[in-house]
Every structure is written in C-alpha cells, then in structure tokens.
C-alpha cells in the first residue's frame, strides 16, 4: 500500500509542476471558473464540445498541487468523452474522493484520477480535488459564471 501511495504522490507532483492543458483555448464553446475559499484555488475551466464530444480542453488558474494535479488531470481524462461521460466521470471522481472504503470498488476505471483518491483522509483538501469537477459541471450547463465550493 506504501508503494501505491508513493505513485500517487509521483503522479500529483508532475501534474502540479507540469500541468497539462494549462492556457487559454483557442475556439473555447464553454467556458466557467470555479473558485475554493477555504484554500484559495482558481481555476477558468474551457472546453471546445463538437457534436456532444468533448474535444479539447483546458483550464488555467492558480491553486494548491492538489487543486492543479486535479484539473491537470481532469482535463486529460475529459478529451474524447461524450458529455454524458463527462457528468459521469465527475460522479464517480465526486464519490472517490468522499467515500471511504477501497478504491478499486468505488473507482475501477477512474484510471490516473486515482492518484487523488488519497485526498479522503483529508477533508480540508476534498474541495481542492473537487474545484476542478464542480467548474467542469458549470461549463457542462453552459453557466458561464463563477462557482464557488462554498
Ligand atoms: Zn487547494
């Protein structure tokens, strides 16, 4: 179990000092920012959707490893997703991070958003992983407005 969480301290730390997907996107079609008071995270969220896929998006913002590594990820794990998929995704995402119990029940396909999972034992930080996913349900709805975790 050591181990595991070892990877997936490596996997949050490259995404925080590398962030994929990070500036402003060029033929953005949805777009909404998200902001946690407790911590401080900002995060604009873009999204180009064509024909009901999600194909290309983006995010730009300043937060904490935890809130940068979740939208760094977010927004790789959301490229090629229908919206359906895309709300799906942030369920299951919602329900690891808040759930107890073993993660390869509560998330089998969740891939490398795993590495966030270890953000349960820390409920201060919960709303760091999920800025990401609430801006992602704005953008979603079209809202083109703030979001706050609050
Ligand atoms: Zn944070």
């Known amino acids: 179990m050591n181990d595991l969480s ?11 000092r ?3 997907n990070r500036g402003v996107l060029a033929g953005a079609n949805r777009k909404a920012e998200g902001y ?4 401080g995270d900002r995060v ?4 180009r959707i064509e024909d009901g896929i999600v194909r ?6 300043s937060g904490c490893a935890i809130a940068t590594a979740s939208a760094s990820l977010m927004t790789d794990a959301l490229k090629g997703k229908t919206e359906a998929e895309a709300q799906a995704l942030s369920g ?3 329900d690891m991070v808040t759930t107890s119990g073993p993660v390869w029940v509560s998330a089998p396909d969740l891939g490398k958003l795993a590495a966030l999972s270890g953000v349960r034992e820390f409920p201060a930080r919960v709303k760091c992983a999920t800025l990401a996913w609430h801006t ?7 809202e083109n407005s703030t979001v706050s975790t609050e």
């Open 56 to 61: 290309e998006a983006s995010f730009e913002g």
């Open 44 to 47: 604009t969220l873009y999204l």
């Open 18 to 20: 590398r962030p994929r």
């Open 92 to 94: 299951r995402f919602r």
């Open 136 to 142: 992602l349900h704005a953008a979603l709805q079209g």
């Open 36 to 39: 946690n008071p407790l911590c």
């Open 6 to 16: 070892e990877l997936y301290q490596e996997v949050i730390f490259d995404h925080y």
